[in-house]
């Protein structure tokens, strides 16, 4: 079981948004309690102890929660003991850190009651039982992601120099009357390392992930109480234990913090924060500094070889860095032995796919930049196996081809392909249109020859771990392939909450008919010069308990693409006949109007299911109107025509639905034997509009041929004044009648009791 999926579990289900006005209260009142400490009036220690136990027992609350078993029935331990092992590692980690802030704040809260010479063992006990508890939770705590050798040395010298101003810091802050230089030093050493430990996690390209927030807060509560346990035992601590105030409110809420957020799965990767790190230690070294002068006193030696003791990692740093960016040093982040661009087997076989892919992403030095593109080749034909394996070498090569030489080539295993890219957008936009171009040639392999529409997903790199990457570059690439492919579409947020709402109406839709789910409402058709209803039309919504109330603009494409359109069909053609034959029994006269699409219409059985269906409930055959779309009426014409000449011979009627008063649909009109002609409020506007004379003509000609014009989605007085003067009989829209239910449509009915047309 993955890590990621252990920590999905029932346990930690409730956990999700929490509020955080309690841990907001609690830091107003450490602050509180440190001004007053600071003022006079409560004692340093009774500080402490308050600020650390209201900390501590926020926290625990918030991390017994965590601890708890399943809370529901069907949330069963995981089969297998290896499985069981790793499922109970969170709950662990959710204890140990709870005993943790627990004996944090216990510590915090005991040494003002404590005699002054017992203070420092204390202090000392509390200190390491709770490193204990917390290491032993972090150590059960999901790693972070592993990186290369070269990587940690970057990141250890980097976070040196910050360290040891640190703990120069912390030498020059440190009370130092009665205390030996080794134990002076020891304490600050200590103390600088934990500081630059919580900085780093808190800073770093994973600092967004709970286990780095867990290691921040374990790192500032040690430093806490390391800092208590240093204090001299006698009065001389004064003021100075107001220090370990923040770092152990602050350290106690991350810890609890960051279990939350492990619970949730929730990890991104990030460029790291890089002024936090050059910044803040030289600001703490420079106060420190000004502190001791305001104090009379000046550096001594150890301060002095500290302050030079930060120089050496520094130029390390430079010198590895020119290193690894040097003419003739070997690529870091190349995982495999890169091919040569000369056509051999050798190409095809070069590049280890996807987990190869995986570790190049991981690898990459930081700051990562860059580009990643993922290729999906689409070959119009089927060819087999070994043919398709000959495509796909062919396409490495072209691939290897148009990239640059630092770029890196990796074969998808028959999905296609995938590049990392050093260059910046604009670059990595470019390359992406040179390999549409060198991939859509045909190719020349075993005797066939094959045809591809390639599409390209870019992804920037440095937004998250290296499965997050691919997963965008992949999600843009198949924005690309519904866009019509031959194109380049690069990942952006709004993109991916896209396409996953069109992957869970494609798993929720097929079965949503016999789950219940799929309702009609109906929105009323009026007479515009009288205001009564003279019929309603049918809307299709799905009422899904996950996806809400689903619309048709969203949900018939996919009902399209998953080819159960037809199934929906036979659902709403049924109820709404049905509906129509409840009101018809109460004495109204009215007609149904049910939207098809034109490959509904097109079906065979089309036009006999029709008839059945009205047979079924007794409905006369004038009472339902079919509309169909009229910009998809021009692709199949001869048999939408014949389609709905079989309609009218059966006394049924017809309804053209979004016509758009142009030239070419007004000479269709004359081939399309319908009844209603619907016209949007673009069309049906108020005198003075440059369009009422193209309504004119749409009004003369509806005339001629016998149709009566209806004006729909009128939301406006203005709109209906515009139709009705226009000499549109009948409207439909909000500003008439909204969709509402059977029940609903049936009460307003009984406002017109001679509703009979």
């Known amino acids: 079981m993955p890590v990621a999926s252990v920590f999905r579990a029932a346990p930690f289900r409730a956990t999700a948004h929490r509020p955080i006005l309690p841990e907001i209260c609690v830091l107003a009142v450490a602050a509180l309690l440190v001004a007053l400490g600071a003022a006079g009036p409560v004692p340093a220690l009774a500080v402490v102890a308050l600020a650390g136990a209201a900390a501590s027992t926020l926290a625990g609350v918030r991390l017994s929660r965590l601890t708890l078993g399943p809370d529901s029935p069907h949330d ?17 980690a959710a204890v140990l850190l709870h005993a943790a802030v627990v004996t944090a704040g216990l510590t915090a809260a005991v040494l003002p009651l404590a005699s002054t010479g017992y203070r420092p063992a204390a202090a000392v006990t509390g200190l390491v039982g709770t490193m204990a508890l917390l290491g032993g939770g972090l150590v059960s705590l999901p790693h972070l992601s592993r990186a290369s050798v070269r990587a940690w040395l970057h990141r250890l010298l980097d976070q040196t120099a910050p360290g040891v101003c640190l703990v120069l810091t912390a030498w020059l802050l440190l009370p130092y009357a009665g205390v030996t230089v080794p134990v002076r030093l020891a304490v600050a050493a200590v103390l600088g390392l934990l500081a630059v430990a919580a900085l780093a996690a808190l800073t770093g390209a994973d600092r967004d992930s709970g286990t780095a927030r867990c290691r921040a807060g374990a790192a500032l509560t040690l430093f806490a109480l390391v800092l208590l346990a240093a204090l001299p035992a006698g009065p001389a601590a004064g003021r100075a234990a107001l220090l370990a105030v923040p770092p152990l409110v602050v350290g106690v809420l991350l810890v609890a913090a960051g279990v939350r957020q492990v619970a949730q799965a929730e990890t991104t990767r990030q460029s790291p924060l890089r002024w936090p790190r050059a910044v803040l230690p030289p600001v703490a070294v420079v106060f420190a500094v000004v502190h001791q002068l305001q104090a009379g006193l000046l550096p001594d030696r150890t301060a002095v070889l500290l302050a030079l003791a930060v120089v050496p990692p520094l130029v390390m740093r430079e010198l590895l860095g020119t290193a690894s960016t040097g003419p003739d040093a070997p690529a870091a982040t190349d995982p495999t032995p890169r091919p040569s661009t000369a056509p051999t087997a050798t190409d095809a076989a070069g590049p280890a796919g996807r987990v190869a892919l995986l570790r190049a992403l991981a690898a990459r030095p930081e700051p990562i930049r860059g580009a990643l593109l993922v290729v999906d080749l689409h070959l119009t034909e089927l060819p087999g196996r070994l043919v398709r394996d000959d495509v796909a070498a062919e396409a490495v090569r072209r691939a290897r081809a148009v990239a640059a030489d630092e770029d890196e080539v990796f074969d998808l295993a028959g ?110 058709v009026l007479g515009l010069a009288d205001r009564a209803p003279v019929g309603t039309e049918a809307l299709l919504r799905w009422r ?47 007609w149904m109007a049910v939207n098809v699409t034109t490959r509904e219409l097109t079906s065979p059985d089309f036009v ?96 001629r041929l016998g149709l009566e014009v209806v004006a729909e989605e009128l939301e406006s007085a203005h709109q209906v004044d515009g139709a009705q003067r226009a000499g549109c009989r009948y409207g439909q829209g909000f500003e008439l009648a909204r969709p509402a239910t059977a029940e609903r449509v049936e009460a307003y009915f009984e406002e017109f009791p001679s509703t009979s047309r």
């Not at 050093?422 to 936009?429: K, N, R």
């Not at 870019?458 to 031959?486: C, N, S, V, W």
């Not at 979004?658 to 007004?666: I, K, N, T, V």
């Open 76 to 92: 069963s331990p995981p089969a297998g003991r290896l499985a069981r092992r790793r499922a109970a590692r969170p709950r662990r």
């Open 415 to 524: 999905s296609g392909l995938a590049v990392v890219s050093g260059s910046g957008p604009v670059l990595a936009y470019a390359l992406g249109a040179r390999l549409l171009t060198a991939l859509s040639r045909p190719y020349e392999v075993s005797g066939a020859v094959l045809r591809s529409r390639p599409s390209v997903g870019l992804a920037e790199l440095g937004r998250g771990r290296p499965e997050d990457l691919l997963r965008q570059a992949d999600l843009a690439r198949r924005r690309a392939a519904q866009l019509g492919r031959d194109r380049v579409e690069w990942y952006d947020a709004y993109l991916e909450e896209q396409l996953v709402r069109r992957l869970d109406l494609e798993r929720e839709l097929p079965g949503a008919v016999a789950r219940g789910e799929l309702d009609l409402v109906y929105q009323p």
């Open 544 to 590: 899904n308990p996950v996806l809400g109330t689903v619309f048709p603009a969203e949900l018939l494409p996919v009902a399209e693409d998953l080819d159960i359109m037809s199934e929906l069909g036979v659902w709403v053609l049924d109820r709404a006949c049905r509906q129509l034959a409840d009101w018809t029994v109460g004495g109204r006269r009215l």
């Open 608 to 703: 006999p299911r029709t008839a059945a269906v009205l047979e079924a409930y007794g409905v006369g055959p004038d009472q339902l109107v079919i509309e169909v779309a009229e910009p998809k009426v021009a692709a199949e014409l001869p048999t939408v025509v014949a389609r709905l000449a079989g309609l009218r011979s059966m006394g049924i009627r017809t309804a053209l639905d979004d016509f758009r008063a142009e030239h070419a649909s007004l000479a269709q009109l004359r081939r399309l034997p319908i009844d209603l002609l619907k016209v949007g409020p673009e069309v049906a506007t108020a005198s003075g509009d440059p369009h009422r004379p193209l309504l004119d003509v749409v009004v003369t000609v509806a005339e």
